[in-house]
Every structure is written in C-alpha cells, then in structure tokens.
C-alpha cells in the first residue's frame, strides 16, 4: 500500500509541468556545444512548460571553461549550466560519465535526463539509466506531453507512441534529425545562465571503468556534417570501386553537400564507415536526399525516409528507392553525374 502510494505521489508530482525539470547531457568540442546537443535542449524544452533546463558538461581545461561559456548564452532555456571539471571526462568513457549523471540526479532530481540519440548519448545515457534503476525510451522522434512520446519502430517502418509509467527519472535519447535547429550561436541569449561547478568529492576511486582511451580517429574534411546537412548525396554498390566514388564526392562539392553511403559501399570499403546511412549508421533528414546507385533496401531507408526531398537515380525501374522517391530517373549514374555535373555552376 505504501508502494502504491508513493507510486501515485511521484505520478502525480510527475505530471504536473510546474515540477518539470530537465538535465541535458552536452557534447561539446573545441570550445564549443556540439550541433546534436542544441537539439537535445529544444527536445527538453518541448517537454512543457515551466521546464527548468540544466545542462551538464564533464571534461577539463580551457576547451570546458569556453563550452560552458557557450552553454550559458546559448538558449533561452537553459536556467543553470554544470560543469564537471576533471581529467577522467576528458574522453567521455560511458562508466565516468554514468557514474556522473548518477551523481548528478542524486542531489538535483530531475524530472527528465535527455541526450542526443549520437555516439555519445547512446553509449552514455542506457549506463546511467541503469545505475538509477529505471528504463530509458530511446531514438525519440516526437514529443506528445511530458511523458507520451513517439519512436520508430520494425527500422523506422512503424511509429510507436509511447508512455513512460515508470520513476523518475524519464530518461530519454533524442533523434537530432527530428529536433533540427536552425542555428543557436553564443549570445543569441542577453542574460548568461548561472555556471556551477558539480561538487565531485564524493565520485570516489577511477576504478569504475571497465573500457580504457586508446586513440580518437577523425575525418577532417570541409564538407558539413553528415547528421546536420541540408543536402546529403549519397553513393551505393553501383559505384564498384573508390575511385568511381568521387564522383559523388565531386558533386557533393559542387552542390555544398555532406557526402553518404550504403552498408554495401562501405563494406567494399569505397568509404569509411562514418558515412555510412541506415539503421546501423547515421539517421539522417535533410532538406534534399540525392541517393545514385542505391537499391532502397529497407535498412538503408530506416536513415533517410525523413528527408524532405528524395531523387533516386537508378538503372532498375523496380528499385525499391523509387518506392519512396519524389523524384526518380531510370539511368546509368556513370551517365547522369557526369551531366549534373557539366550542367551545374562551379561553386
Ligand atoms: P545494392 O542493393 O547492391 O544496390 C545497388 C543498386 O544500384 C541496384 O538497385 C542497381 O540497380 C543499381 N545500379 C547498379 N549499377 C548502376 C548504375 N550504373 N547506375 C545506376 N544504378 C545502378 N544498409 C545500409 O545502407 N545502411 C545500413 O545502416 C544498413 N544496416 C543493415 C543492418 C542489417 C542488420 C542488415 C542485415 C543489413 C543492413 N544494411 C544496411 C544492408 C542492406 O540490407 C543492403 O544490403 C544495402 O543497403 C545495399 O546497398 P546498395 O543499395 O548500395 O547495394
């Protein structure tokens, strides 16, 4: 009886949007927020009104000290920013940070935790959904009211609405692509949100982590973020080798596009694997999807389908790409880039 009435207390403390309060887990880089973190504050901020905004930053120096920076002046919504400052959150290990996010809700009792469904909320976020005992709903796609929320499901064919029943807090991953963000730069905020540092005298020993920093491998390249784009052209198999691969690469340029490809172009190693567009690699909706020798198998339209304009080009007329284009050309790529091309402005 006890049980149940707590239950029904933290439900109904819960649902009232006067005792909102979200804890957002940043990513930042060089000084400055990562693009997938400003979408997980407006996917806090759509969870209702009288939402109160903390924004946690774990690592170490002048890097952190800028980023924290940033945070403050970012968003309207964001009433108080926390800085972990230490060198075991430098390389953001999932034990460290779970073990943070454990730290943190322990003292501010959030209503929500919500990161970014990146490398980094994915790794981070189930380990400290774990630690407090409660189940986090992943890959959010809409937000209904502060506990009804939407996700794809069967690879993005089905959309399931769901409700978190469970205790506080509702932890969620969000799906940048579904909470775009026009631009957020630093000062776009008059007022600067209070910086406080977490006390971490209480963290005890490094020894929680079971995973160790090697090395960070990263591509630098001119070309916009894949998972941010406005335009994405993409490559499949049909591209046979690295070389042929370019020529996307070339129009991508051309057209100021991130470049994307298949499991099966990656696979045949024409690219690396960051590139990769699917279930098992980036979601992605920009404003134009251009996909060239790409058959639309169901695992690569589960990373694209969102995208607001398609055009497939492909010699199959049964493709299945064309089931979900809204532009289609049956033809040979080897012919129709080198025309796009001819036909373009340089940039
Ligand atoms: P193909 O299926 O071989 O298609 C090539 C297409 O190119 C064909 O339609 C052909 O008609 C056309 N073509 C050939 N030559 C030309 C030409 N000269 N001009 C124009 N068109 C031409 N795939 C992903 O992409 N992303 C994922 O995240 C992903 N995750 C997966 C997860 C699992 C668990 C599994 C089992 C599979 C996954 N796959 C994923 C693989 C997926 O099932 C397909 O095998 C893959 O997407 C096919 O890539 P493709 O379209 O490049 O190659």
Avoid at 1 to 25: D, E, G, I, K, Q
Avoid at 62 to 80: D, F, G, K, N
Avoid at 169 to 181: H, I, K, W
Wanted: proline share 5%.
């Amino acid at each position: 009886a006890t049980r149940a009435m707590l239950r029904a207390f933290s439900r109904r403390t819960f649902c009232s949007s006067r005792h909102l309060s979200t804890l957002v887990l940043a990513e930042h880089e060089g000084g400055s927020l990562k693009p997938q973190s400003f979408s997980a504050i407006k996917a806090a901020s759509s969870l209702g009104e009288n939402n109160h905004v903390s924004m946690l930053l774990a690592g170490s120096g002048s890097s952190l000290q800028q980023a924290a920076a940033h945070a403050a002046s970012c968003h309207p919504s964001i009433s108080q920013v926390l800085l972990a400052d230490s060198d075991r959150f430098i390389h953001s290990l999932a034990e460290p940070w779970a073990k943070l996010v454990h730290l943190v809700q322990q003292k501010g009792r959030y209503s929500h935790i919500v990161a970014a469904s990146s490398s980094f909320g994915k790794n981070i976020l189930p380990r400290a959904a774990a630690l407090l005992d409660v189940s986090p709903i992943t890959d959010v796609t809409g937000i209904s009211e502060s506990r009804l929320f939407v996700r794809p499901i069967y690879a993005g064919n089905a959309l399931c609405t769901v409700r978190y029943t469970g205790s506080v807090p509702c932890m969620l991953t969000v799906r940048p692509a579904s909470f775009p963000v026009e631009s957020m730069s630093a000062d776009s905020k008059s007022n600067a949100a209070p910086v406080e540092h977490v006390d971490l005298s209480s963290f005890g020993e490094d020894g929680v982590g079971k995973s160790r920093y090697i090395s960070q491998s990263s591509q630098v390249s001119e070309r916009p973020d894949l998972g941010n784009a406005r335009v994405v052209i993409t490559g499949g198999r049909a591209l046979k080798n690295a070389d042929n691969f370019k020529l996307i690469e070339k129009l991508a340029e051309r057209l100021g596009a991130a470049v994307g490809a298949t499991r099966a172009a990656v696979d045949a190693g024409f690219v690396p694997n960051d590139l990769q567009v699917g279930q098992t690699g980036k979601i992605v909706a920009p404003e134009l999807y251009m996909a060239f020798g790409v058959s639309g198998a169901i695992q690569h339209l589960a990373g694209m389908r969102d995208s607001k304009v398609i055009v497939a080009v492909n010699k199959d007329s049964d493709a299945p790409i064309f089931q979900v284009a809204d532009y289609g050309l049956v033809g040979d790529l080897f012919d129709v880039i080198p025309e796009l091309l001819e036909k373009l402005p340089e940039k």
